[in-house]
């Protein structure tokens, strides 16, 4: 009766809602006491109202709780004397499973037995640890969904599985409807498909990574287009200040594009993610029947495509908007209103987006070629330059002055502006040519103004003693095989630009890996008599 009455007390020590002994006990104004961080969440979810958990008294507005210093010594005394919380915090609240030997108030179930499809609290579950006769028994974590291992036709326990109609049977179906079916024990089945869904989930992680270094190349890509439209209105603005509505509307057009796109991934993320979530949990599952139940339709996997290409391309043409600004306000015009919009991610793959591997034959090289004419207006007086070609000309032509055109050193620059990947060839003979890239902002007048004797330009000097490249007047001997066609790759985001020999083998001359600032044009350089170089359209 001691014994009972010292029972008694410990329960009134502990929470109702946690169900153990008070932490820091509070009294609320209906008499009732809790631990302070139980009441506090229990009434984070009511907004206006506000009930005690036992008599569901309300009270409006929120009251304050007072600290209870009687509970809160006694607690530390029971804590002093070793007494443990009571038994109350075993029993089974809503959403606990069960134990189903319990005859008058039900405690907690500490396991769920497969052979006995029966759930057990730590007392009834002694006889399974102690007894040789269940020796043999499987315990799992507790289930409520014991009941749905057993056959409703024969009201046997399901074991096996049958492969033939993917679906869990007992023995008395193998033998009747499911008769020559292929099956096997359900834990064989569990084992292998458990195997299966280890790698699916290799899968969805290694989609999520991939995914989730997509979204950090859109989010540089964003700030590299604002960054861009941003440089492009501080340099206009002084001039036009009516492009900066031009810019600032296409520049939304950009973001917003970019952003669907991240969203979209995101999304694909967090439902990857979700389904990540499932198969773990499905993997800690040892319940043979209720893991092959579930199997079927969370394992489902659709391997990865690459549908959405993300392939992201920056966004620079504004820093050549700034260029043609200083010349005339319709060049600059004709840049906003033609060429952004044409390399919008609206209107162009978004394969064009992320960095991808250099190719590699010259069919996969051929498939980024881009169009090109010479700019006769940049051609040196002694370049005779007829649409792809220049030729090296004896005299000076009879051509009106220009400011684009180069004064002292005979080399010529395409019209076109190169942003994205982009390959073109250059068949040259004579005893020396350039093949070069150069922005468009490079010196037309000067020493300094030769491709590859400046940090505006890269050049690759060919003659037939070998070849030679230059850049910011650094000279880098380079030995490889001779060939009168140069092939040139140049992935503008991605800050790369190569050289090849082109024969029946791409073989790479030289490789450059920089970070260009502006847009690039396609340069030639025929500085010795006899020599002439020809751009090559696909």
Request: net charge negative.
């Amino acid at each position: 009766m001691a014994q009972q009455g010292i029972q008694v007390d410990q329960e009134k020590l502990c929470c109702s809602i946690c169900l153990d002994l008070l932490k820091d006990p509070v009294t609320i104004p209906c008499g009732h006491s809790y631990c302070m961080s139980c009441i506090r969440i229990h009434w984070e979810d009511q907004k206006k109202n506000y009930n005690c958990p036992q008599c569901r008294q309300i009270f409006t507005p929120r009251p304050a709780v007072v600290t209870n210093t009687m509970l809160a010594d006694l607690v530390e005394e029971m804590k002093k004397t070793g007494l443990q919380a009571p038994a109350d915090r075993c029993y089974a609240g809503p959403g606990d499973v069960a134990c189903d030997c319990c005859t008058d108030r039900k405690r907690k179930a500490s396991k769920s037995c497969l052979q006995c499809l029966v759930s057990y609290c730590e007392q009834h579950l002694q006889p399974h640890y102690e007894s040789p006769a269940f020796k043999k028994h499987k315990l799992v974590d507790p289930s409520k969904k014991l009941q749905e291992n057993i056959c409703t036709r024969h009201n046997e326990v399901m074991k096996i599985f049958c492969r033939t109609d993917k679906h869990c049977i007992c023995y008395l179906c193998s033998m009747d409807e499911h008769k020559g079916h292929d099956t096997v024990s359900a834990a064989a089945e569990w084992t292998e498909r458990r195997k299966e869904l280890g790698v699916s989930r290799q899968k969805i992680q290694q989609r999520i990574q991939d995914r989730e270094k997509d979204v950090g190349v859109l989010r540089q890509e964003v700030e590299a287009i604002n960054r861009s439209a941003d440089n492009a209105v501080r340099d206009s603005e002084k001039l036009f200040t009516d492009v900066k509505q031009q810019i600032r509307s296409l520049q939304k057009i950009e973001v917003t594009s970019v952003n669907e796109l991240q969203e979209k991934m995101e999304r694909e993320i967090a439902e990857l993610r979700r389904k990540d979530a499932e198969l773990e949990q499905l993997s800690h599952t040892e319940d043979h029947t209720q893991f092959l139940h579930n199997y079927t339709s969370l394992s489902r996997f659709s391997e990865a495509t690459d549908s959405l290409g993300i392939n992201v391309r920056s966004v620079r043409y504004t820093e050549d908007m700034t260029a043609a600004v200083s010349e005339v306000r319709d060049k600059l015009q004709d840049i906003l209103s033609e060429e952004w919009p044409k390399s919008s991610l609206t209107e162009t793959g978004v394969d064009d987006l992320l960095p991808q591997a250099e190719p590699k034959t010259r069919a996969e090289f051929l498939k980024h070629s881009c169009q090109m004419a010479l700019d006769p207006n940049s051609a040196h007086k002694c370049i005779f330059v007829e649409s792809t070609m220049g030729r090296y000309w004896y005299d000076d032509n009879s051509c009106c002055d220009h400011p684009d055109r180069f004064t002292d050193w005979t080399q010529v620059l395409c019209r076109e502006s190169l942003t994205g990947r982009c390959y073109w060839e250059v068949e040259w003979e004579g005893p020396d040519v350039f093949v070069a890239v150069a922005y468009k902002t490079i010196s037309r007048a000067g020493s300094g103004s030769a491709f590859g004797n400046n940090d505006k330009s890269w050049a690759l000097q060919c003659f037939d003693g070998g070849y030679e490249f230059r850049h910011n007047n650094i000279r880098t001997s380079i030995s490889g095989p001779h060939s009168y066609k140069i092939g040139v790759y140049l992935d503008h985001s991605a800050g790369v630009l190569s050289f090849y020999s082109v024969s029946e083998t791409m073989t790479l001359l030289h490789r450059v890996r920089t970070t260009f600032s502006l847009p690039l044009c396609a340069g030639l350089g025929v500085h010795i008599r006899e020599a002439s170089a020809k751009i090559c359209n696909a």
